[in-house]
């Protein structure tokens, strides 16, 4: 039963994004008065909230009542699973994700992503992690938003990963402040390795944001840990109400 469920969910999570890339495409027509693609943003974010609210096997929301981030902020969060885009895509305003690069290649998908103005990266090639900054220091000069998963990839356990430099030295360097969130749930979800859905209750919070200003890269260190620290008391908060046994559980300090 499984197996057949998440063969349905797979085809009706295809065919929402192909709907909406349908209906995403020709809104490129706002590009001249909406420079931060805001408009072809948002329809993309809405594909990934009506996917996850068609799935059968998801109960996503947010919780608590988030407030929307200046425009110069980086925001953060653990990474547990491929489902943590569609419940974040719940919190209503829009940013811009830096994902791998090999994501902008699955078709559909990785066109609606490009329309949104997201900011692909290769694993691994300091070239393409400088030129991928860089994108997102000029949509935080713009105003927009940008949204970053500091542990790079999904963590296999409950642990948080070390943190990378990247978003927090973009902080840093742009002025912008750092916006920790938490997800919880999202591994039950969609398992890493796994194509099998799964019954997941998942909710996001959002936390206080943390001011760069006055700091420097000799102060990296110590705000990857201000993050750090606050991702993992957010999402101890969510972990009872997800179903998440244990608390926050111990995790390697930020490298």
Known sequence: MNALLSIYAWLETGLVALTGF???????????FDKRKVITGR????????????????KFRVHGNPV???PRTVVVSNHESNADPFIISLLPWEMKWLGKASLFKIPVVGWSMWLAGDIPVRRGEKDSAQAAMAVCARWLDKGMPVMIFPEGTRSKT???????DGAFRLAIETGADVLPMAVSGTRRALPKHSWRFATSRALVTVGTPISTKGMTLADLERLKQMAREQILALRATLMPLTGVEGGAPSSPPAE
Request: some cysteine; hydrophobic content about 55%; glycine content about 2%.
């Open 22 to 32: 349908c209906l995403q495409a020709p809104l490129v027509i706002t590009w001249p």
């Open 43 to 58: 329809a993309f974010r809405l594909i990934g909230v009506t996917a996850a609210k068609l799935n059968p096997f998801w």
């Open 68 to 70: 929307p981030p200046a």
């Open 158 to 164: 409950e642990d948080l990963l070390p943190f990378k």
